[in-house]
């Protein structure tokens, strides 16, 4: 038996984490047990502080949990609606137990069981509360049995459909021998502590926080059907199985207590809104920028500037590599309807909104790569008006690179990462001080590129001064005439020359630029077509003075402008962006330029040759274009393997979303595992490549550039497949051999 070992450690690094909080479980039950209408149903409360799936932890003990039992609407028709349109029930039996692989009952647990003033189920574990995952609370309804994990970090157990699926879809995927070593670092074996005995009790929390909607009328298997054809689920859980493995040689932090990053960050949406009842069940194209948040008061002026923090501390011989980030973006948005008729919704139709995850321990893998499961919080807009929205965002599985840390006390200068969350908007109806739910209008699925790079104290644009960029970008945009939807992306160099100061002060540099430009776009009729043309306009970048506690400073933000430099405080003709202390690597997040909204990637060129062998991890997003349908593809950690130096193979997984247009249907994300690509793999001097398919009817296209040090490709992609015109911008980052 596996029970609790390190409380006193885990209660302390749930409380440096920010754990838990919130209130979203049933109370004060009355009358007839099944009845929950006196409580706060999870099904219309909604708050900004939370991760969606709260914890209802009051009146606990310390080595107690509450049980709350939910069973499909096909179960339990009559009984309380909540959440996910699951209902609330009273179990009829109660039991835990350690299991195996088999899921076999192995036997009881010593436990005390008692029922609360709302007459819910409450566990009491003698020896503390498990952390592993051979410890299983099982409930049962009307001949349907449910099972889940006891160790969930909230102590809010929730038994149901995701619950049940997580217990399939885990353990009994294992081999013994994995389940032992997952034990063994539960307990801690040799002595020492093994970071990823809490990968369980935050999995086991998490997978509450999906919003996926189960039919109303299902039963267990079918509910249980649902969450395993949603891909971004099914991968989530895959992905945080897998990361339980690693045993305690695996974790690491980041050499300094403490790193910030400037965040570029860039979504791409599909999906399905109901906001306004004349487009009800309409498709949705929509991208989100990271945009730094005014903020102003009787104290004067601020700013919220979109970053990441890493902080490292040992704890109990524990390293602990913790991450949060907080991301203000603003939203475009393009409605297509059924029979071509398209609706812009521009930035300035949406309040700006954050993307936020929650502080929560990572593990640093070989120093180069950042894995972790992320929960995002809830976010509210237009609290106080006709149109309040509550907005949801899934957990996610991140796996990023992180380049060597420059010293002892200096962390990694970048994370590169791709990753998918769905989400919804719901609205959201006022009720004294709490929020309630009522209508989902909007549905969307959405593929993230996000490019963290450290920030540098009095970074000094002179840093960049004679060099020469390879440089992607990946950008789209929308409108109501002729061409509503344009899909653009560009490719080539940039000559940076310093200039001197501009009026205030600061420095700026002209870009002496060269790219070719590819473009896919849909005509007003809903014809889609294609072109290309080049990039040759001088750009100019400046300092973007950022706005701290301790006065006005350069950290690495740069703007970026057709002509003139706009001021720091300014919106520029272009963009803005961020460049790494060493000055050979700079992000941009495009905002109304030419081409669009998007991002752009720039890092210097090398004279290195191409590598000729190595894994790399792909991560990145494909958009489509067909004359029916409008098509977006998440990367979901492909694998590009390097065989020669001329030949290469990608391994696709992709996470697919499909809206068809005059069927006004979008689908759920499906995940797709695809049969090996052969590839040609061409070095083209000064860091640039090109893989591409070969043979008849083949027109894959991934061109690009690495960096120096070989880690990271940045490439576009460009192909025709079944009549469908697709471009795209992909990340390639080295995956670490085993030593």
Known sequence: MRLKSGLAFYAAFTALMGCGGGDDAIR???????????????????????????????????????????????????????????????PDRVQVYTTNTSLQNLGAVPVTMRTDDNGFTVIGFEEGQPLGPDVIIEASYNNTVMRALAADADRD???NPFSEYLVRNTLAEYSESQLQGSLDCVADAGGQLCLNKYVWSTL?????????????????????????????????????????????????????????????????????????????????????????????????VGYVYPALTLTSFDAFNIKVT??????PYEREALIHQAGNNFFLRGSDHWPLNTHASSPGAATLLDDS????????????????????LGWTRNPYYLDAYTSA?????????????????????????????????????EDHYLSILEIDLLREPDFNLDTLNGREFNV??????????????????????????????????????TIIQNQTIQQIQRGSGGTVSSSVDTLLTP??????????????????????????????????????????????????????????????????????????????????????????????????????????????????????????????????????ESADIALTYSDLNDGRVLFNTSGTGANLHLDGFFTNDQTQFYLRLRATQAGEEQIGLVLATRIPEPS
Do not use: C
């Open 28 to 90: 004060d039950v009355r009358g007839n047990p099944n009845d929950f209408a006196g409580g706060q149903n999870p099904v219309n409360d909604f708050s900004s502080a939370s991760t969606g799936d709260s914890s209802n932890s009051s009146g606990l003990a310390g080595n107690e949990v509450r049980v709350t039992l939910e069973v499909p609407g096909g179960v339990a028709p009559d009984a309380e609606l909540t959440r996910r349109n699951l209902r609330i029930v009273q």
């Open 157 to 159: 157990v929730k038994i």
């Open 204 to 300: 086991a929390d998490q997978v509450h926080d999906f919003e996926i909607d189960i039919s109303s009328d299902a039963d267990l298997e079918l509910a249980l059907a649902t969450l395993s054809d949603r891909g971004d689920f099914s991968r989530y859980v895959a992905a945080m199985a897998d990361y339980a493995l690693l045993d305690e040689t695996s974790s690491g932090k980041i050499s300094a207590s403490s790193a910030d990053y400037n965040a570029i960050f860039f979504g791409v949406e599909l999906g399905q809104t109901s906001l306004e009842s004349s487009l009800t069940n309409s498709g949705q194209w929509g991208v989100r920028l990271a945009k730094e948040e005014r903020l102003e008061d009787s104290n004067g």
């Open 322 to 327: 913790s991450l949060a980030s907080d991301i």
């Open 369 to 388: 790569r950042l894995l972790a499961g992320r929960a995002l919080y809830q976010s509210i807009t237009g609290r106080g008006t006709s149109t309040t």
């Open 405 to 441: 840390s420059v010293s002892e006390t200096v962390g990694p200068d970048r994370v590169v990462s791709g990753y998918f969350s769905a989400g919804k908007a719901i609205e959201l109806e006022e009720a004294g001080d709490e929020l309630k739910r009522k209508e989902t209008d």
């Open 472 to 509: 992607v970008y990946l950008a789209l945009q929308f409108g109501e005439d002729t061409v509503p939807v344009a899909f653009e992306s560009g490719l080539g160099t940039w000559n940076v020359s310093v200039d001197g100061a501009a009026g205030d002060g600061r420095a700026t540099a």
């Open 539 to 672: 750009w100019t970048i400046s300092s973007r003075t950022s706005r701290l506690n301790d006065g006005d400073k350069n950290i690495g933000r740069l703007n970026l402008d057709q002509d003139d430099a706009s001021g720091s405080f300014e919106q520029p003709d272009i963009g803005v962006g961020a460049s790494n202390p060493e000055g050979d690597m700079m992000a941009f997040n495009l905002n109304d330029s030419p081409g669009g909204d998007g991002l752009l990637i720039a890092a210097a060129q090398t004279g290195s040759p191409a590598p000729d062998s190595g894994r790399f991890r792909l991560q990145g997003v494909r958009l489509g274009l067909e004359n029916d349908s409008n098509t977006l593809a998440h990367f979901d950690n492909s694998i590009l393997t390097i065989t020669s130096g001329s030949t290469a193979t990608l391994t696709p997984r992709t996470l697919n979303v499909s809206h068809s247009v005059s069927g006004e249907t979008v689908s759920a994300p499906e995940f797709q």
